[in-house]
Nanobody, 114 residues
Framework: QVQLVESGGGLVQAGGSLSLSCAAS????????IAWYRQAAGNQRELVAG???????NYADSVKGRFTISRDNAKNTMYLQMNSLKPEDTAVYYC????????WGQGTQVTVSS
């Protein structure tokens, strides 16, 4: 059974930091392209950051220089370090693992107060 379990969301003031984690099980994690998406209320889900199985990263323009995606294949875990948070970063954040099938976590709420 494949599971992606997120943790680390919460409430933070603008300018603060949060770190998200996503632990994967049931997949050959090292083969997967992984990513973080987010969905704010009333908006479509959008890509925040991604990292390929070879370690290449990409970021949404809105988070470049503030967020860092990383992976630890030995722990089957992906991370998203979020710094200099803004109220517009408020959303439910989802981890995603993609190889020939897409898998999603359950989502974790991040709320940034002004």
């Amino acid at each position: 059974q494949v599971q992606l379990v997120e943790s680390g969301g919460g409430l933070v003031q603008a300018g603060g930091s949060l770190s998200l984690s996503c632990a994967a099980s049931g997949i050959a994690f090292r083969l997967y392209t992984i990513a973080w998406y987010r969905q704010a209320a009333g908006n479509q889900r959008e890509l925040v950051a991604g990292i390929s199985n070879l370690g290449s990263t990409n970021y949404a323009d809105s988070v470049k220089g503030r967020f860092t995606i990383s992976r630890d294949n030995a722990k089957n875990t992906m991370y998203l370090q979020m710094n200099s948070l803004k109220p517009e970063d408020t959303a439910v954040y989802y981890c995603n693992a993609r190889y020939n099938i897409n898998y999603w976590g359950q989502g974790t709420q991040v709320t940034v107060s002004s």
